[in-house]
């Protein structure tokens, strides 16, 4: 068995795409995933299963579009994953709010790209993951998710600093 910490993007934000953690964590149950956990509103889920990460990831997606009619992008992880990604962030963490993770849901072909952005933000892609660290905020950042999205021909998703490393936690408390 696998533990996963899988990542939806776009749920309860703004008033948008509303799904209590409850319904979800049913949803997930009846599924078969098993020791399903969410945490906070935003949908950060624990689960346990044998199946593969692309499985997962286009089951829980269809399974969200049918009964709540909502197209979600989903992007799953492993513990091994995160702890690769909190490992290999290249910024300095003295303030954990201006630095965040981009999760993408493959590789990209490209990593080196142009985006217009604020003076003093920065980003580095490795992986599967793009890092941002961002000194004056992310309000103003021109950074986004969608931007990297279209540059890099994939699905993206992101959280702060303090949320990626508490789902680590959470992954590994037994």
């Known amino acids: 068995m696998t533990r996963y910490i899988v990542l939806l993007r776009g749920i309860n934000v703004s008033g948008k795409n509303k799904l209590p953690m409850q319904d979800l964590r049913e ?4 599924l078969g995933y098993q020791n399903v ?33 909502y197209d979600v992008p989903v992007i799953a992880r492993t513990m091994e994953g995160l702890k690769r ?25 490209i990593t080196e790209i142009e985006i217009n952005k604020a003076e003093d ?6 992986n599967d993951v793009v890092y941002l660290y961002c000194p004056n ?15 890099l021909n994939v699905t993206a998703t992101s959280r702060n600093w303090r949320t990626t490393n508490k789902l680590l936690e959470l992954a590994t408390v037994e």
């Open 121 to 126: 933000d920065e980003f580095m892609i490795l």
């Open 137 to 151: 905020g992310f309000g103003r950042s021109k950074l986004t998710i969608n931007a990297f999205e279209r540059k």
């Open 37 to 69: 956990q969410t945490y906070i509103q935003s949908g950060n889920v624990l689960l346990d299963s044998e199946k593969k990460k692309s499985i997962i990831e286009d089951e829980i997606k269809e399974a969200i579009q049918h009964r709540f009619g």
């Open 27 to 30: 949803l997930l149950i009846e």
């Open 85 to 109: 990604a909190i490992t290999d962030n290249p910024y300095p963490i003295d303030n954990e709010k201006v630095v965040a993770l981009v999760f993408l849901s493959d590789a990209p072909k």
